[in-house]
């Protein structure tokens, strides 16, 4: 059955370092997100994108964050540089127009 | 703004016993709700996805219902085993062109042998 895929799967950076995340949705989707979770609590939405392009962001993805879809298979969230608080599980997402959303295993990013 | 909640946070069932994870939102104007089963440090599986037209949706022995007047979602879990053990998160999508989820915290469920 078809998956989306993540790397890597844990990702150790220090503070004020960019990083990117990548991400393969499912390849006949046409929607993709990220969200992430911090230790302990809940899943959180960050931005969604359609037809290359961001379709809605939530107040968490500020002017560090950025994605992009550099081709037609990858879909990565770059944030520019890293704080603490940007420690978290971050999941991508995708979907069809059948609505439901279908999450990667996602990738641990721990800064320091 | 639309807010889900999930109680009870834990939950210890003996392994054969039926249950059920409850969940509720404050907006009773979703475009649907999906249920989700997350392992220790991994990522989230899709269980079951009921569209806001829906009352129920059914899957092996997951049985998912959808009340949006009283703003609620209840996951029944049958004959529970070990392997059902794991967080059960729900999420809803709200009712306007977004196409966000909003998650709850999550139910966590162990079931002992």
């Known amino acids: 059955e078809p998956e989306v895929t993540q790397t890597p799967s844990h990702q150790v950076t220090q503070m004020g370092q960019e990083v990117i995340l990548r991400c393969v949705p499912i390849s006949n989707h046409l929607y993709f997100y990220w969200y992430r979770q911090i230790l302990g609590q809940k899943v959180e939405f960050l931005v969604s994108?359609?037809?290359?392009?961001?379709?809605?962001k939530s107040e968490i993805f500020d002017d560090q964050f950025s994605v992009e879809r550099p081709d037609g298979s990858n879909f990565t969230l770059k944030i520019r540089s890293t704080k603490l608080e940007d420690s978290a599980m971050y999941f991508c997402a995708s979907r069809q127009d059948r609505n439901e959303q279908f999450f990667g295993p996602g990738t641990r990013l721990t800064v320091l | 703004k639309q807010e889900v909640t999930q109680i009870p946070a834990a939950l210890s069932v003996p392994e054969g016993e039926n249950l059920v994870l409850n969940c509720s939102f404050t907006d009773s104007a979703i475009y649907n709700l999906q249920w989700f089963r997350q392992d220790p440090g991994k990522g989230l599986t899709s269980l079951l996805l009921?569209?806001?037209?829906?009352r129920e949706q059914t899957s092996g022995r997951l049985n998912a219902s959808l009340d949006k007047s009283s703003g609620r979602s209840t996951l029944y879990i049958a004959a529970s085993q070990p392997g059902d053990s794991a967080t059960y998160l729900c999420?809803?999508?709200?009712?306007?062109?977004?196409?966000?989820?909003?998650f709850g915290k999550g139910t966590t469920l162990s079931v002992s042998s």
């Open positions: 009921i569209q806001s037209s829906q």
């Open positions: 999420a809803a999508r709200p009712n306007q062109a977004g196409t966000a989820l909003i």
């Open positions: 994108f359609y037809n290359n392009e961001i379709s809605e």
